[in-house]
């Protein structure tokens, strides 16, 4: 899933209106974040294998360390931790464990069972729904949207380009979104991990748009 993860990052500014959309960015795709650092250090392995299932070329073969369910606790506890420690926002800290763990909900549903519950296991969940493309597709595009609407309903412009940038910024995602299902298949492992690392600049991105926006008072809205 692409879309449904970050749809899970603007929806919960709602909750968490201290957080950066950068952080929640980040706390939503953590999992995948750490993933290619982990193959491209050859901790982890993916394969390009079309018709693996309908919706991606890739086949996920080995990435016990960044999307296990047990090392996502993990990852969620050190960075809802450390950020309720440093910025004193409990609230806060507990939302970006949530989105942390909610990537592998989110990738239990739609990946076939290849995902792990703990290093050195054997057994694999995924409920497959990225055996149906036109499920996927309607199924991302109604909570990327509810989840723009909660962002847009939390966060007013404090200035132009907060408008700007935040409509950049989801156009930007549709983009990368569409050429991701309808594209060619990558053409190497080592190239796929590549261009996910280019997802930290996402982080920043949403980072710069949040820091030209304010929070509304949602129970007046």
Same mark, same amino acid.
């Given at each position: 899933?692409?879309?449904?993860?970050?749809?899970?990052?603007?929806?919960?500014?709602?909750?968490?209106?201290?957080?950066?959309?950068?952080?929640?960015?980040?706390?939503?795709?953590?999992?995948?974040?750490?993933?290619?650092?982990?193959?491209?250090?050859?901790?982890?392995?993916?394969?390009?294998?079309?018709?693996?299932?309908?919706?991606?070329?890739?086949?996920?073969?080995?990435?016990?360390?960044?999307?296990?369910?047990?090392?996502?606790?993990?990852?969620?506890?050190?960075?809802?931790?450390?950020?309720?420690?440093?910025?004193?926002?409990?609230?806060?800290?507990?939302?970006? #464990?949530?989105?942390? +763990? %909610?990537? $592998?909900? !989110?990738? *239990?549903?739609?990946?076939?069972? @290849?995902?792990?519950? &703990? /290093?050195?296991?054997?057994?694999?969940?995924?409920?497959?729904?990225?055996?149906?493309?036109?499920?996927?597709?309607?199924?991302?595009?109604?909570?990327?949207?509810?989840?723009?609407?909660?962002?847009?309903?939390?966060?007013?412009?404090?200035?132009?380009?907060?408008?700007?940038?935040?409509?950049?910024?989801?156009?930007?995602?549709?983009?990368?979104?569409?050429?991701?299902?309808?594209?060619?298949?990558?053409?190497?492992?080592?190239?796929? #991990?590549?261009?996910? +690392? %280019?997802? $930290?600049? !996402?982080? *920043?991105?949403?980072?710069?748009? @949040?820091?030209?926006? &304010? /929070?509304?008072?949602?129970?007046?809205?």
């Amino acid at each position: 899933m692409f879309l449904g993860h970050f749809a899970a990052a603007l929806g919960a500014k709602r909750a968490a209106p201290r957080a950066s959309l950068g952080l929640l960015f980040a706390a939503a795709q953590l999992p995948d974040l750490l993933w290619p650092a982990f193959v491209l250090a050859g901790w982890e392995r993916v394969r390009i294998a079309p018709g693996d299932t309908a919706f991606t070329p890739l086949a996920f073969v080995h990435y016990p360390w960044s999307h296990s369910l047990a090392l996502v606790l993990l990852w969620g506890a050190l960075l809802g931790g450390g950020y309720a420690l440093l910025a004193r926002d409990r609230r806060g800290g507990v939302v970006l #464990a949530a989105l942390v +763990l %909610s990537h $592998w909900v !989110l990738d *239990a549903l739609t990946h076939r069972p @290849d995902l792990p519950l &703990a /290093p050195g296991g054997t057994a694999r969940v995924g409920l497959g729904l990225w055996n149906s493309v036109p499920l996927t597709i309607v199924i991302e595009a109604l909570l990327f949207a509810a989840g723009v609407a909660l962002y847009l309903r939390s966060t007013r412009p404090a200035a132009r380009a907060g408008t700007v940038g935040l409509w950049a910024l989801l156009a930007f995602l549709v983009v990368v979104y569409v050429g991701n299902v309808f594209g060619p298949p990558p053409p190497s492992e080592t190239a796929v #991990a590549w261009a996910t +690392l %280019s997802m $930290w600049l !996402l982080v *920043a991105w949403a980072a710069w748009v @949040d820091g030209r926006r &304010a /929070p509304t008072d949602v129970a007046g809205a």
